[in-house]
């Protein structure tokens, strides 16, 4: 059973950092792929960050330059490090995995279903 288990979140200032932290259990091997998604009230869900085992790495437009997912196999574990920090990045951050596949060690992450999910951290920026 996989589960995967966020922190880090918070409140910060305009132009401020945070850095978000996700644990995974339950995965024998590094085969899967890791992302980040965040959802703000009555907004669509919307994938921030991904990255494969190899950190090939995906951003969404909206964070480009300023967000940067990493991945630590050893661990299991992923971080989003965001910096340059604006309110429309105000939202629920969600860290999640998909399930482990052979090809999912080298392929691009931004299009796979993600199967497991974290339960959330708050990010909240203000103005």
């Known amino acids: 059973q996989v589960q995967l288990v966020e922190s880090g979140g918070g409140s910060v200032q305009s132009g401020g950092s945070l850095r978000l932290s996700c644990a995974a259990s339950?995965?024998?091997?590094?085969?899967?792929?890791m992302a980040w998604f965040r959802q703000a009230p009555e907004k669509e869900r919307e994938r921030v960050a991904t990255?494969?085992?190899?950190?090939?790495?995906t951003y969404a437009a909206s964070v480009e330059g300023r967000f940067t997912i990493v991945r630590d196999n050893a661990k299991h574990s992923s971080y989003l490090q965001m910096n340059s920090l604006k309110p429309e990045d105000t939202a629920m951050y969600y860290c999640?995995?998909?399930?482990?596949?052979?090809?999912?060690?080298?392929?691009?992450?931004?299009?796979?279903?993600?199967?497991?999910w974290g339960q959330g951290t708050q990010v909240t920026v203000s103005s």
């Open positions: 999640a995995a998909t399930r482990p596949y052979y090809a999912y060690y080298t392929s691009d992450c931004g299009g796979r279903e993600y199967n497991y």
């Open positions: 339950g995965y024998t091997d590094s085969n899967y792929c």
């Open positions: 990255a494969n085992a190899l950190n090939d790495k």
